[in-house]
Protein backbone atom coordinates (compact mmCIF):
# COMPACT_ATOMS: atom_id res chain seq x y z
CA UNK A 1 0.00 0.00 0.00
CA UNK A 2 2.91 2.82 0.74
CA UNK A 3 4.35 2.01 -2.53
CA UNK A 4 1.11 2.27 -4.74
CA UNK A 5 0.61 5.33 -2.17
CA UNK A 6 3.95 6.96 -2.64
CA UNK A 7 5.53 5.36 -5.83
CA UNK A 8 8.64 7.67 -5.20
CA UNK A 9 9.36 5.83 -1.56
CA UNK A 10 11.92 3.19 -1.07
CA UNK A 11 9.77 0.82 0.54
CA UNK A 12 11.48 -2.62 2.52
CA UNK A 13 9.27 -5.41 4.02
CA UNK A 14 10.39 -7.68 7.24
CA UNK A 15 8.60 -10.51 8.54
CA UNK A 16 9.47 -13.34 10.83
CA UNK A 17 7.26 -15.68 9.11
CA UNK A 18 9.20 -16.78 5.59
CA UNK A 19 5.21 -17.75 4.19
CA UNK A 20 4.17 -14.39 4.66
CA UNK A 21 7.26 -13.16 2.71
CA UNK A 22 6.41 -15.78 0.37
CA UNK A 23 3.12 -13.99 -0.23
CA UNK A 24 3.91 -10.58 -0.08
CA UNK A 25 6.74 -11.38 -2.93
CA UNK A 26 3.48 -12.85 -5.10
CA UNK A 27 1.65 -9.68 -4.73
CA UNK A 28 4.89 -7.84 -5.21
CA UNK A 29 5.38 -9.61 -8.89
CA UNK A 30 2.00 -8.98 -9.88
CA UNK A 31 1.59 -5.00 -8.88
CA UNK A 32 4.81 -4.62 -10.77
CA UNK A 33 6.12 -2.99 -7.18
CA UNK A 34 9.97 -1.92 -6.47
CA UNK A 35 9.91 -3.34 -3.04
CA UNK A 36 12.94 -5.01 -0.96
CA UNK A 37 11.74 -7.78 0.92
CA UNK A 38 13.69 -9.30 4.35
CA UNK A 39 13.31 -12.26 6.97
CA UNK A 40 13.92 -11.13 10.33
CA UNK A 41 15.08 -13.23 12.53
CA UNK A 42 13.87 -11.41 15.80
CA UNK A 43 17.71 -10.19 16.53
CA UNK A 44 19.53 -7.82 14.32
CA UNK A 45 18.22 -5.63 11.53
CA UNK A 46 20.91 -5.19 8.92
CA UNK A 47 20.38 -1.56 8.63
CA UNK A 48 22.31 1.56 9.98
CA UNK A 49 20.66 3.90 12.47
CA UNK A 50 18.57 6.03 11.19
CA UNK A 51 18.15 4.23 7.56
CA UNK A 52 14.56 4.79 7.91
CA UNK A 53 12.19 7.91 7.78
CA UNK A 54 9.21 5.38 9.03
CA UNK A 55 8.22 2.12 10.56
CA UNK A 56 5.13 0.46 10.15
CA UNK A 57 4.65 -2.73 12.37
CA UNK A 58 1.20 -4.75 11.51
CA UNK A 59 -0.27 -7.79 12.97
CA UNK A 60 3.46 -9.22 14.50
CA UNK A 61 3.87 -7.73 18.20
CA UNK A 62 1.21 -10.50 19.84
CA UNK A 63 2.67 -13.65 17.74
CA UNK A 64 6.22 -13.10 19.93
CA UNK A 65 7.88 -13.81 23.28
CA UNK A 66 8.31 -11.02 25.39
CA UNK A 67 12.06 -10.67 25.11
CA UNK A 68 11.65 -10.85 21.26
CA UNK A 69 9.07 -8.32 21.40
CA UNK A 70 11.72 -6.10 23.39
CA UNK A 71 14.77 -6.10 20.97
CA UNK A 72 12.77 -5.71 18.17
CA UNK A 73 11.39 -2.77 19.52
CA UNK A 74 14.87 -1.47 19.87
CA UNK A 75 15.90 -2.43 16.85
CA UNK A 76 13.09 -0.02 15.51
CA UNK A 77 13.93 2.69 17.37
CA UNK A 78 17.58 2.34 16.04
CA UNK A 79 16.66 1.91 12.68
Known amino acids: ?44 LPFQPNAFDRVISCLVFHHLDTDVKQNMLAEIFRI
Open 1 to 44: MAKQSSPEAKVTGIDVDKEILVKAAKKIKEEKLDVFLLDYDGKH
